[in-house]
């Protein structure tokens, strides 16, 4: 069959497809009219699609090369998608544990800082100590107000996404020590140390507007 008629059979085809035509809802109807166009495309180019033996290279090169190109269009196209559909949950979550946090009332959370700035004041390092296990424990509270779950901080702090936890770093360092002093009888803690880590819970509680 020659190009021109081939041309006339896909077109009399299309003539007789309608927008209503029950073609369309059936699944196998478009599954065969792959290897249909498949046909089409290796006649014109002259080669032979399953019922010969001969296939023009150039042209299969051609359609591998054409379908690669849409299969890494799409896949790119899907990362970025979920890229941002990433984002946007990040920032919901985000803003999520910021308006319950904004929904505790601060003046105990305050009292208590405010206790935690006198022991630090003091010149006795077992006020100092006091100081650091007690803002821990804040640390504690705030993560479970949060929904974070775990039996304990560091299991919770092992459940947070970065994104989501821009001071998570300081969280860490911060409960470290406390871990040292917990557990180190013979830890020596400095004043200079221990204001340096109450710096660091106080820029982690005042990420999430705990104090």
């Excluded at 166009?37 to 296939?55: E, M, N, P, R, V």
């Excluded at 775990?150 to 919770?156: D, F, L, Q």
């Amino acid at each position: 069959m020659d190009l021109l008629a081939q041309a006339t059979k896909v077109e009399q085809t299309a003539q007789q497809v309608t927008f209503f035509d029950p073609n369309y809802l059936n699944i196998q109807y478009f599954f065969n009219l792959v290897p249909t166009f498949f046909k089409w495309l290796f006649s014109i180019s002259g080669g032979a699609f399953l019922d010969g033996t001969y296939i023009d290279k150039s042209s299969l090169e051609n359609i591998f090369l054409f379908f690669s190109a849409v299969l890494l269009w799409g896949s790119i196209y899907s990362f970025w998608k979920i890229r941002n559909i990433r984002k946007e949950q990040n920032a919901r979550w985000s803003d999520i544990h910021i308006s319950a946090l904004e929904n505790v009332t601060k003046t105990e959370h305050n009292r208590t800082w405010a206790e935690i700035l006198d022991r630090l004041d003091s010149f006795n390092e077992s006020d100092w100590r006091r100081a650091i296990l007690s803002a821990d424990s804040m640390l504690d509270e705030m993560l479970e107000t949060m929904g974070y779950h775990g039996e304990t901080i560091g299991e919770r702090l092992k459940t947070i996404e970065e994104s989501d936890f821009l001071t998570l770093d300081k969280a860490w360092e911060a409960h470290k020590v406390r871990n040292r002093i917990a557990h180190e009888g013979e830890f020596v803690l400095t004043k200079r140390e221990a204001r340096r880590v109450i710096d660091l819970y106080k820029d982690v509680f005042e990420e999430f507007h705990f104090i």
